[in-house]
């Protein structure tokens, strides 16, 4: 019987020479000599394991490794031999560091099999395994986005129905043709508003009111109102399709959205029924006021727009460097501005009357803006300015370089993501298709418009397994291949 064969290096009852056990590892052709005090050290993990089944049998050992040749006393293991390299150190130096060029999950799929604990991976790989756990995230909720739309759900009533597919038409520009052409408009009318908004306040193009003061021409109050009603017609059903009502009214730009509508129907109120309530000249001067917050509209350029999405993220993630910059400035702001005043105090013209002046004079100095309203006179004051110059100009310089790297990293991301989702998606579909039992290039279904409603086909596309699974789409347990790629 296998398991009654015993290894020509132990003793009948099991127990170890007295010199040094020692095991050979063939991980995908790469050999490598352990020993049995350093494997030891961690008695839960893969090797320590077979170290210790030695004299249990064939049985066990196949248990635990791919084969076994007992001459050479050689263990066989088809794994990622780079993976292994990076993995085996734990048992010399006590933490795992991957080396660059590794897939995290494909690693961290390692460190499982050779049961050795996350805990012993460095918190520098930690972080590069955290991004990759997050971009598959990212992935799956795209691919469940993209099928949840192909789906139709056959209990759902009537209205629930064409809230769908009124939150499809508005939020989904890519979803048909007349929501393209929707957004397009939208666009256009943001343009026009905020064109109009900048006309009115040409002098040649006001008109007199009864008391003779000038206001905007009749011609561009009307375009104004129509921009509105569009915006509040965009709004509105936006909200009312909304599936949750409550992230819909507390998201950024949906905020954007109300403030660059409630100034104009508040100054409508005020102008209508504040003269009753307070002063002619207050209610003047709060509709003045609700007119600027005109300005928010130009913001809703964002949502139309990924560049500018992009750009907000990047200075989003940029915070620490924006930081650096003010503190800089500030540092510079005022070390500079006292010293420009102590030393233009000796001439009888100095421009230079107190410190908190002199802050002006070199916000404008460090920003390299110049506009001349305040300058030095005497020698050192201009040797002060040309190094508050030079040392403005080059903690500007310092943060930049670091802003593009998250504005290009982030762009560079969002298009992999779209494209890994695209891929997921076709594999996916490839899958469907096979387990229909026809060839990919015969009977594999295509996304057509009669495809896309037809529930039974999504279920199908749902229910597929690509050989890039995405674990987060399904609660079923799913294994993988080293040879299999993974995102």
């Given at each position: 019987m296998a398991d009654d064969i015993s290894f020509p290096d132990l003793d009948s009852d099991g127990s170890e020479n007295n010199e040094e056990t020692e095991i050979i590892v063939n991980v995908g052709g790469v050999r490598q000599v352990l020993y049995s005090d350093h494997l030891s050290q961690y008695p839960n993990t893969r090797l320590a394991e077979l170290m210790n089944c030695l004299p249990g049998g064939y049985d066990i050992i196949f248990s635990l490794c791919d084969d076994y040749d007992p001459g050479k006393r050689e263990f066989y293991f088809d794994r990622d031999p780079d993976a292994f390299k990076c993995i085996v150190d734990v048992y010399y130096f006590g933490e795992v560091h991957m080396k660059k060029g590794i897939c995290p999950i494909c690693f961290k799929n390692e460190m499982e099999f050779w049961k050795v604990d996350l805990k012993f991976l460095d918190d520098c790989c930690k972080t590069h395994l955290s991004e990759k756990k997050e971009e598959l995230e990212e992935i799956a909720l795209r691919v469940q986005l993209i099928l949840d739309d192909l789906g139709v759900d056959s209990s759902e009533n009537r209205w629930k129905k064409c809230q769908k597919c009124i939150w499809k038409f508005m939020e989904k520009p890519e979803s048909s043709y007349p929501a393209r052409v929707t957004a397009v408009l939208s666009f256009l009318f943001i343009l026009t508003s905020s064109v109009v908004m900048c006309v009115g306040t040409i002098p040649e193009l006001q008109v007199l009111d009864s008391e003779g003061k000038a206001v905007e021409h009749p011609v561009l109050d009307k375009i104004e109102t129509a921009c509105i009603g569009w915006f509040t017609l965009e709004y509105v059903l936006r909200l009312i399709s909304s599936p949750n009502k409550l992230h819909f009214a507390l998201s950024f730009m949906n905020i954007i959205d109300i403030s660059a509508i409630l100034p104009f129907y508040a100054s409508l109120i005020l102008t209508h029924l504040g003269a009753r309530l307070m002063e002619l000249t207050n209610v003047q001067q709060a509709v003045q006021a609700l007119r600027i917050m005109r300005i928010a509209r130009?913001?809703?350029?964002?949502?139309?727009?990924?560049?500018?999405?992009?750009?907000?993220?990047?200075?989003?993630?940029?915070?620490?460097?924006?930081?650096?910059?003010?503190?800089?400035?500030?540092?510079?702001?005022?070390?500079?501005?006292?010293?420009?005043?102590?030393?233009?105090q000796s001439h009888p013209e100095t421009l230079f009357k107190s410190i908190p002046q002199s802050f002006w004079w070199a916000i404008i100095t460090m920003?390299?803006?110049?506009?001349?309203?305040?300058?030095?006179?005497?020698?050192?004051?201009?040797?002060?300015?040309?190094?508050?110059?030079?040392?403005?100009?080059?903690?500007?310089?310092?943060?930049?370089?670091?802003?593009?790297?998250?504005?290009?990293?982030?762009?560079?991301?969002?298009?992999?993501?779209?494209t890994a989702a695209k891929h997921e998606l076709e594999l996916m579909e490839l899958n469907a298709g096979d387990r229909k039992g026809g060839s990919p290039e015969d009977e594999t279904p295509c996304l057509s418009q009669k495809e896309k409603g037809d529930p039974q086909w999504s279920s199908q596309l749902k229910a597929s397994i690509s050989d890039t699974f995405i674990h987060f789409l399904s609660d079923e347990k799913h294994h993988r291949t080293r040879l299999q790629s993974c995102k």
């Open positions: 130009i913001f809703k350029l964002a949502r139309h727009s990924s560049g500018l999405q992009t750009l907000t993220y990047a200075l989003k993630r940029s915070f620490k460097e924006l930081g650096l910059l003010l503190m800089y400035l500030a540092v510079g702001i005022f070390v500079f501005s006292a010293l420009g005043y102590t030393m233009e920003t390299t803006v110049g506009y001349g309203d305040i300058y030095p006179k005497t020698t050192l004051g201009k040797l002060n300015a040309a190094i508050s110059f030079l040392c403005g100009v080059i903690a500007i310089a310092l943060p930049i370089h670091p802003i593009i790297n998250n504005f290009v990293r982030y762009y560079n991301k969002q298009r992999v993501l779209e």
